[in-house]
């Protein structure tokens, strides 16, 4: 079992570019998250999907869109970089229906935005 | 959402037990209490969790004040290992969101 891959590890955009940051996993989980972490800050929460088919918004949401493609996979969008979207990002999932589950988190992506 | 309260760091030396407190005056009757932890430069790992009982396994304790608005994270004998950010995070079942905090930079010395 790989548990949560996220893919890339880095990656350096422009001002202005898109991409879209990829997260897998493969323990049949129902609920997958995407969190950012800033320099010296703790993990905040930008989107979640509680269930294949379903997406809600975090904390911080605007400037990102997200896909919930099936149950496996779970992928951030960046529409527009800007440099504040310069940040390690976390996917990470868990079983939605057992209070007793665990989060799994990926290695993280780390992006830069210059 | 109910958060968390927890001093920004501590120190410990190597194998003694270490106390880690987290305040969580507004937790509702059904959040889970749950602690992470996040190594250098490594996704954060589960700790451990719990609703009203004290709770042990390989990694920590978890103590739970009575009124349910603390609790306590217990390494029982420090390792230089065990250096990391912790964090105290409530789960809302009836939100299915886990909001983490600023967590506790824990410093272990030889």
């Known amino acids: 079992n790989a548990g949560v891959t996220q893919t890339p590890k880095f990656q350096v955009l422009k001002t202005g570019q898109s991409m879209t940051l990829q997260c897998a996993q493969d323990?049949?989980?129902?609920?997958m998250y995407w969190y950012r972490q800033d320099p010296g800050m703790g993990l905040r929460l930008i989107y979640y999907?509680?269930?294949?088919?379903?997406?809600d918004k975090g904390e911080v949401p605007n400037g990102y869109n997200v896909s919930r493609l099936n149950k496996r996979e779970f992928s951030l969008r960046l529409e527009s970089a800007a440099p504040s979207q310069t940040s390690v990002y976390f996917c990470?999932?868990?079983?939605?229906?057992?209070?007793?589950?665990?989060?799994?988190f990926g290695n993280g992506t780390r992006l830069t935005v210059t | 959402d109910a958060k968390t309260t927890q001093p920004n760091s501590m120190e410990s030396n190597e194998e003694e037990p270490v106390h880690l407190p987290c305040n969580h005056s507004?937790?509702?009757?059904?959040?889970?209490i749950h602690w992470y932890r996040q190594l250098p430069s490594q996704g954060p790992e589960y700790v451990i969790h719990?609703?009203?009982s004290n709770v042990n396994n390989r990694m920590a304790s978890l103590a739970i004040a009575e009124d349910r608005k603390s609790s306590t994270l217990i390494l029982h004998r420090a390792t230089l290992r065990d250096a990391a950010v912790y964090y105290c995070?409530?789960?809302?079942?009836?939100?299915?969101?886990?909001?983490f905090g600023q967590g506790t930079t824990l410093q272990v010395k030889p």
């Open positions: 990470a999932s868990r079983i939605q229906k057992s209070y007793n589950s665990p989060l799994h």
């Open positions: 323990m049949n989980h129902n609920s």
């Open positions: 999907s509680a269930s294949e088919g379903t997406t």
């Open positions: 507004t937790i509702s009757g059904t959040d889970y």
């Open positions: 719990g609703l009203t």
């Open positions: 995070i409530l789960y809302s079942g009836n939100t299915g969101k886990l909001i």
